[in-house]
């Protein structure tokens, strides 16, 4: 076996960091904000001002939305074993599933299809309605009718001009899933989420990172909250309470 | 029982989301920037044009170090379980240990104690040297004699006005550690990271909370790689491999 | 809010633990084993003699099978954070996906369609090889051409007489890959594990269940020997490693 | 780099799995149960009648007590992506922290260094409550006066004649913890536990691998009847309730 290169994302040397073929020391550090660098990591490129703008956004957008299921899962571990930061914040992370924050890979996934194949949304909501299937990106437990998050999204895609088919296509896709159901359905987060990040160029793997990368910070938020005011047990006691 | 907030840090309504008593949709999204947003939720505030700098400067410098432990566990077990990139990435945070990661938890709190106690830096020297430990924040694996991102932050910190006690501390206790010794150790990035977080008046949770949340974004870069191109089998073989 | 009982399978009290309506205390402790047990929490009743063999045969026979991913996980996971076994073990657990243990899963739910349908094994062949998907329960990287774990499940399972319609469309189904393919193909370990649980009247959950609990026993001594022989960051740098 | 055995657990071959030196297919599959499986794995030795029946008893106890955190974590973490059995299990073992499952070890190694060491329970009991810290073992928010399981686990170890020194100095302790604090305090299941293992010869690294395998089972059976009759997300719900 001779020399073999693994990754293309970094490699350390004794007196530097080679990071996707910059300097870290050097160059990056200092110059580049960790949004940026959250960017080159991912695709190999520093972020567009644009991009850099709506990564921050959705990053800022998805990141904390009160006491979910995952920031109580990961109070109740760091209750458990308080010397390990890390084992909470991964039981909290192994909450964010498909039916909670890996919607917007599916979104991305059925966006970037659809657009390439060109299909009519009429259809594509038929098929999902037929399935019988939840459809991915809409429908939302408590923001009803309208999610403001995605609202906002859509908003500001509009207003700087990145505005592309895919989120036309979510736009299409809205209005035919309300008249297939006969009326209208949130269209969550997670789909605007998806369209502007297949609309700036960024990869369809980015659309379930971009979620888990957020949550861990409102994660990193609660647990150091639940250090100085601990209510794990509690949150695990009113859980299993049988009686009201 | 009646009314009662669990968490001080958001709550979520059908039409908005309030996060540290601000207005998510309203007034932070578009606004801020993700870095300043980690700043929010974890301290409750806003950080001033420093804390930002600085924020992003360490988030930077931790994020990515090659294909380290973390990165092979977190691969290996994409490899695995393809659908579940949550699943990976809360096996690659788990290896964000005290050995590993967590050495900054504890150059925050040795930091915190001698700078308040206004303890000799000899004597700590002393004292970690006799109790034959590892001593938190010194020692690299690689980085000899010097620890490249450890040495730019603190030149960063000095640059920019913001070094204060605990930055002073680190140095005098490099000094103390090679006297101790007889030889020079390198201060890993570990140290002055606790330093200037603890300088600029974050908490000492924050100094675990930025390297597993950095570390985060190196997953998803591995993981998004991993997804192109996998390794994580051959990893998993190389390193079960019983011969060369 | 009134009386509700969330779930079937325990409660605890001040005097005493009531298990699947069983008095934890003065019924079960020191009368039924483990696998007994076992058997007990996921089904909610006592195993015949024929299902606690069983159990006991597939927990044995799929609990350890050398350096395994998953194990080498969790290795690395405790060389990183020494004081969380917890920590460890889930990181090995996580590496339990659909590609490794979860066959078992995927091998059951085809076994129970394809038997309930009366379908016929050379249809189901045709269709596997033309989706161009692994086939689940089929081919192995280490065992050929036969699994010996495989083949020791079964005749068990014929010596005592419990081989029903799940084991024969099993071996059907061996013999008609091997016609599709024209060359046999391993049948491993996961495809008569499936059989003989559902022959023995188990649940298709209990297919995953059984690895998993197998697979942490494993992962429990992997972690006990990494205690006190440490190679966890060993086999992290022998993962890395760009030459041979 | 020459041959070089990395584990002394077990060795897979195309033909057959050696698992501590034993041929896992032609000796051990059918003969031995997994208890004595579990035992093999853990210590390199097959379990004398005593040791199988206590570990038996052992991960009988152990294994399920009610609606706990970390069932409850788990069925969260289901709910939230039904299709990761393994995502939920690894969630619900991060809450086997120091706490609350991990009190068997410090008491293993409590009574290891204090039976070598001889010395007076009642000195022990005065330095842990001059200490002011949870005396490991004692103590539980339920069970008052007594722990019914661990008075089981006592009784059964004198039936059987296998209370040695770890025992007494357990119940030594006892006596001196409720002399040092004017009343007595529940014995909880973890001390009998940790002194039964050890004074069956089983290394203190059992004492927490035990109940870790114990409530993998029971996490198995609440997630099992997860998949039938979901409850997650009426649990999250119910935890983050403002108002009862």
Do not use: W
């Amino acid at each position: 076996m001779g020399e073999l290169r693994l990754t293309e994302i970094s490699e350390a040397f004794p007196d530097r960091v080679e990071v996707r073929g910059c300097d870290l020391v050097g160059d990056l550090m200092g110059r580049v904000g960790f949004t940026e660098y959250v960017h080159l990591l991912l695709t190999g490129k520093e972020p567009t001002e644009d991009q850099r703008f709506f990564l921050d956004l959705l990053l800022v957008s998805i990141a904390e939305h009160g006491l979910m299921p995952s920031n109580v899962a990961a109070r109740m571990t760091l209750a458990a074993d308080p010397r390990s930061l890390q084992g909470a914040v991964a039981a909290g992370i192994l909450g964010a599933g498909p039916v909670v924050l890996g919607a917007s890979e599916e979104c991305a996934r059925l966006l970037e299809q659809a657009v390439a194949a060109g299909r009519d949304p009429a259809e594509v909501a038929r098929e999902l309605q037929a399935a019988g299937e939840r459809v991915p990106g809409f429908g939302h437990p408590l923001h009803k009718p309208v999610d403001p998050r995605a609202e906002r999204i859509l908003e500001l895609a509009d207003e700087r001009g990145v505005s592309g088919p895919h989120i036309a296509y979510a736009r299409a896709l809205r209005d035919a899933v309300a008249t297939e159901r006969g009326k209208p359905l949130t269209m969550n987060v997670a789909m605007p989420m998806a369209a502007v990040l297949l609309d700036l160029g960024f990869p369809v793997v980015a659309a379930k990172a971009v979620p888990v990368l957020a949550r861990t910070a409102g994660l990193l938020a609660h647990l150091a909250e639940e250090q100085e005011h601990p209510i794990g047990f509690e949150l695990a006691e009113r859980a299993a309470r049988t009686s009201g």
